[in-house]
Structures are given as C-alpha cells and as structure tokens.
C-alpha cells in the first residue's frame, strides 16, 4: 500500500452537491480507486452514484481507469451534459 | 481543416458569428446545429436548465472541434453557453462548412457528439413542482 499523501479534491455540479463543497484536502493513498472508497465512504450515495456513472480529471486527462495514479490534484467529474 | 473557434460563455449565443467563421468561397454547404433548451425530457415537463462548466470546459470544446476537423478535414467551429437557460434558448452553436452537403451534414452531427461526450459541462432541470434533477446522472 502505498504512503498517504495531501491530495487537493475539487467537486463540480452534482459532485459538488453531494459532498457539501467545492474543494477540500484529503490526506489518501493517491490513486483513483483509493479516493473513490474515500469519498464513498464520507459522503455515501449521492457520490457513489457520481463515481459510478462519472469521471475524474487527472493531470488534464479524463479517466475512470481505477488504477490510475493520481497526485497533488484531482477533479471529480458527474456525468457530461451538454449541448 | 481548422477550429474557427471553440468558445464558452453565459452570453447568449451569436450563431451568425459561428456560422461566419467557418464559411469560406470554397464551401458550398454550411450545416450549423442549434441545441434549444425545451419543455420537456423522458416525459416530464422541464421549466428550466442551469448550465455549469469546469472551469477548462473551453479548452475541452476546442479539442473536440480540433478532434472532428481532424477527421473530416472540414472548417468547424462551436459555442456553448452556461448559466440559467429557459425554454427556447440556445446552449449549443455548432457549425461545420464544406464544398458538398454529405460532409458537412456528417461532420457537424459528428461534431456534436464529439462535444457532448467528451466537454465537462453538466445541467440540472428544473420541474413545474420546484424539483431539480441532474441530467444524466
């Protein structure tokens, strides 16, 4: 298991609404599949139901790849809905 | 091939400019796709949609302009709006120019897939009763 370390979490649209904020600093183990069990966790249904359906924005490049490495930043991403 | 322009903005949208932009003495088909905010969706009656985007939602819609003139080898160009739409308004310009109407009818559908798959942007709909929903989720 890799080390914990600061990672900065932005929240957008439903994300946003589910967690209660835009932004926090959570201290995980930095990999998509470890912030998505943390989010589950503190924020139960609404965001499983955006991690299940959504995506994250890593290092400027959408992924729902659960082994993917994350860093200092991600971005938790609902659904797309435009046009 | 080329993006005219991929903008985001909580303007409303000037399709005579999208539309201009792409069109060259070359192109004789100039398809240009108008996404209306309606009353309605899966059967429910709709009031309202409040349009957000990520804050790199821009650079997203250019690269999905970039990604489609790529392929088609056309002049293509969008604008999408965010913000509180109601029904009749335009959230979506999108216009492709090309010398034959195939193409350009193809390009510009393509174009907007391209756009709603792939450019973070998000809604929720407003209901008569006061409900909202999250589109898509």
Redesign the interface.
């Known amino acids: 298991m890799a080390d914990e370390v600061a990672v900065t979490v932005r929240y957008f649209a439903a994300a946003a609404e589910a967690a209660g904020r835009d932004e926090e600093v959570l201290e995980i183990e930095p990999t998509a599949a470890a912030l998505r069990r943390v989010l589950a966790e503190r924020y139960g249904a609404p965001m499983t139901r955006v991690l299940e359906v959504g995506s994250l924005l890593v290092d400027g490049v959408v992924t729902r790849d659960p082994d993917r490495p994350i860093r200092s930043k991600v971005d938790v991403l609902p659904p797309f809905a435009g046009g | 091939m080329s993006v005219a322009f991929a903008v985001v903005t909580d303007a409303p949208l000037d399709a005579d400019a999208v539309e201009a932009a792409v069109l060259s003495a070359a192109d004789g088909a100039l398809v240009t796709f108008r996404?209306v905010i309606r009353n309605h969706d899966q059967g429910e009656a709709v009031t309202r949609l409040d349009?957000?985007?990520?804050p790199?939602?821009q650079a997203f819609l250019a690269a999905a302009c970039r990604a489609v003139a790529d392929r088609t080898g056309l002049t293509v160009a969008a604008a999408?709006r965010v913000g509180e739409l109601g029904i009749g308004d335009v959230?979506?310009v999108a216009a492709v120019a090309a010398p034959h109407r195939a193409e350009a009818f193809a390009a510009c559908s393509d174009l907007?897939d391209e756009?709603?798959?792939?450019?973070?942007?998000?809604?929720?709909q407003h209901s008569p009763d006061g409900t909202t929903a999250?589109?898509?989720?």
Do not use: E, F, Q
Not at chain 2, 115 to 124: C, Q
Not at chain 2, 134 to 137: R, T
């Open positions: 996404g349009y957000s985007a990520h790199d939602a999408h959230a979506l907007v756009i709603k798959a792939t450019v973070p942007i998000w809604k929720r999250w589109v898509n989720l």
